[in-house]
Nanobody
């Protein structure tokens, strides 16, 4: 069984940056495509970014050009670099992979 633990969330001013991490642990057999999702208060969880085992990526239109997903296979970790943050990016961010979800990390963008 695999566990995913996100970290790196926090409070940041509009225009600022944060880097989220998602570390996988447990019984890991091979690499896996990984995704980031987010859920704002009162809204459904939505797709943010995706990365394949070989590094191909895909992004939601709302974050294209501002967010970058990457991975370090040796560390079983996926990252989400978030730049030019906006108040509408405020949400709990979740990583997903290996058929499971992390517990989420809160990102708040506010002045």
């Amino acid at each position: 069984q695999v566990q995913l633990v996100e970290s790196g969330g926090g409070l940041v001013q509009p225009g600022g940056s944060l880097r989220l991490s998602c570390a996988a642990s447990g019984t890991i057999a091979g690499y896996n495509a990984m995704s980031w999702y987010r859920q704002a208060p009162g809204k459904q969880r939505e797709f943010v970014a995706f990365i394949t085992t070989t590094g191909n990526t895909n992004y939601a239109d709302s974050v294209k050009g501002r967010f970058t997903i990457s991975r370090d296979n040796a560390k079983n970790t996926v990252y989400l670099q978030m730049n030019s943050l906006k108040p509408e990016d405020t949400a709990v961010y979740y990583c997903m992979g290996f058929g499971t979800w992390g517990q989420g990390t809160q990102v708040t963008v506010s002045s």
